[in-house]
């Protein structure tokens, strides 16, 4: 996409027309269907980020995704907080998913449909960001269309 701001709708994967969180802003109320795109946090609710595995001849896409997108940042505060015990975090980070990492990632998959890639790290001094059983979200890449409704690491399904 182009533009994702200004467009109002897209033609997925499987040549449906979706309608982007531009539109339904647009509409100035929300209808409660759980759109995928809902920009009033009603489809939030009721569904999360469901991680799903990377297969090896899926590395292109999620890589796609990740150089297209940044990542969802933390709250000013728990930026500071973290950057006091932690340290600065680096201002440059290359991703890039290999074979070799492969399990360091995973797909985000909201309402059935790709939205994201998923970095995890078990580094403890990582281990505070929204997770449990020793897999901890490090950062989440939203696809573009995604990018405008609210959809953040809290909404990942460990």
């Known amino acids: 996409m182009s533009n994702t701001e200004n467009e109002l ?60 997108t940044k990542p969802v940042e933390q709250s000013a505060v728990a930026m500071s ?6 340290g600065k975090k680096d201002q440059i980070r290359i991703h890039h998913i290999t074979a070799e990492n492969l399990n360091d990632f995973a797909f985000g998959q909201f309402k059935g449909e790709i939205c994201a890639v998923i ?9 505070s960001r929204y997770g449990n059983s020793g897999r901890t979200v490090k950062e989440l890449f939203l696809k573009k269309e995604f990018q ?11």
């Open 9 to 68: 709708s897209y033609t997925n994967s499987n040549g449906e027309n979706v309608f982007t969180s531009a539109y339904l802003k647009k509409r100035g109320t929300c209808c409660k269907t759980n759109c995928l795109h809902c920009p009033y946090g009603f489809t939030l609710k009721n569904f999360s980020i469901e991680i799903q595995e990377i297969l090896p001849k899926n590395l292109k896409l999620a890589n796609e995704i990740i150089r297209d």
């Open 119 to 127: 970095e995890f790290s078990n580094k403890l001094s990582e281990s």
């Open 81 to 86: 907080l973290l950057a006091s015990a932690f």
């Open 148 to 158: 405008d409704q609210g959809l953040g690491i809290e909404h990942v399904k460990l």
